[in-house]
């Protein structure tokens, strides 16, 4: 096991000019499982194969404990790799698959099959080890490929959207299985995905990135209570939180003819930038229908049993109708067309910069 420092690491790919990693500045500790998530083409692949060895450094280093691997070739950095797409040999056994790296490495065949078998008890793979890959589902053939990366004793696990090509529920329970092994096995783990649930529920860490920088690195519940800007307070969350500019004055905004109060401090940060819109963030689950709070008319109902998700419309500071999500009792006869009432928590209301997109308040 060991830690994993990326030092400025910076990737941009032959014919670019912008960075598909920009500088990024990230450590994570000895056996910690880290998720680095953000949208398409935010730089968290190609991050994990810089690590990996996949990708070449163009700026900057990464280290594996207190090993300079920036120019040190795959084969060496002691790491073990699962990728979406399993990547199993399909004339191979389970345990064929499983063995075949140690095979390569030169591992003695007593060696390889106490180590098997040990992998497979862990993965509840023993009834299948003599099976093909076709012969397996798809959460198996995923379990087989955690396998052959355990049986290494690799010092890092690096995962890359494993759980992608699996249907929603059994996405669930291997994610929960994916977890509840890291922490058993402890070792140091970078997963990648794009799916923000899989990076809250998972992760001891999460860092969001976008366009190749590193917007926020921190726990999951801090990343949901404290988003150091309106991306990262957009992108974690579900629902998304809603995002609408609106109107300063003395004393808060106004949103649909409702004033909501803010502190000072907020309001006096927004001033010194010369700014008189915030944008205010209200996630969902801090919105309730009630006889007070602003109009809002409701476009699209979707109910869920105990809950119900709200669309509605309210109109921005510049007069441009935004549609936000308010979380209700699935109980609740609300239907399209109608105009309701929404209060908020004003204890969880958060406050980002129009034009740099910073949080007011974290």
Not at 310 to 315: A, D, H, L, R, S
């Amino acid at each position: 096991m060991a830690t994993v420092r990326f030092d400025l690491a910076t990737r941009i790919y032959p014919g670019g000019t912008v960075p598909a990693v920009d500088q990024l500045e990230l450590e994570i500790a000895d056996g910690e499982f880290l998720v680095l998530v953000g949208p398409s083409g935010c730089g968290k692949t190609t991050s994990l194969r810089m690590l990996a060895g996949l990708e070449e450094i163009n700026e900057g280093r990464v280290w594996i404990g207190d090993r300079d691997v920036t120019n040190v070739a795959p084969k060496d950095r002691d790491i073990a790799m699962v990728f979406q797409n399993y990547a199993l040999y399909p004339h191979m056994t389970v345990a064929e698959n499983m063995g075949f790296g140690l095979k390569i490495a030169g591992v003695n065949k007593a060696e390889i099959a106490t180590r098997v078998a040990e992998a497979a008890k862990i993965l509840d793979l023993t009834p299948y080890l003599e099976r093909k890959p076709k012969a397996l589902s798809g959460g198996q053939r995923q379990r087989v490929a955690m396998g052959r990366a355990i049986v290494r004793n690799p010092q890092v696990f690096l995962m890359d959207e494993p759980l992608s090509n699996l249907d929603a529920k059994l996405r669930v329970q291997t994610r929960t299985q994916i977890a509840s092994l890291q922490r058993r096995l402890g070792v140091t783990t970078v997963y990648v995905t794009h799916d923000q649930t899989e990076a809250m529920t998972m992760g001891d860490r999460v860092a969001v990135m976008k366009d190749g920088l590193l917007q926020q690195v921190d726990t999951p519940q801090n990343l949901y209570d404290k988003p150091r800007n309106a991306f990262v307070a957009g992108f974690i969350g579900s629902p998304a939180m809603n995002l609408v500019d609106v109107a300063t004055d003395a004393s808060g905004v106004t949103l649909n003819g409702h004033h909501v109060p803010l502190s000072q401090d907020v309001l006096g940060k927004a001033a010194a930038e010369g700014a008189s819109t915030l944008t205010l963030g209200l996630r969902p689950e801090d919105l309730h229908l009630s006889n007070d709070g602003f109009e809002m008319l409701v476009d699209l109902v979707e109910l869920l049993g105990a809950d119900a998700y709200i669309y509605g419309e309210v109109t921005d500071a510049s007069g441009e109708t935004k549609m936000i999500t308010v979380r209700a009792d699935g109980r609740i006869a609300t239907q399209r067309g109608e105009t309701v009432r929404v209060a908020l928590n004003p204890e969880n209301v958060h406050a980002f910069s129009v034009a740099t997109g910073l949080s007011y308040i974290n």
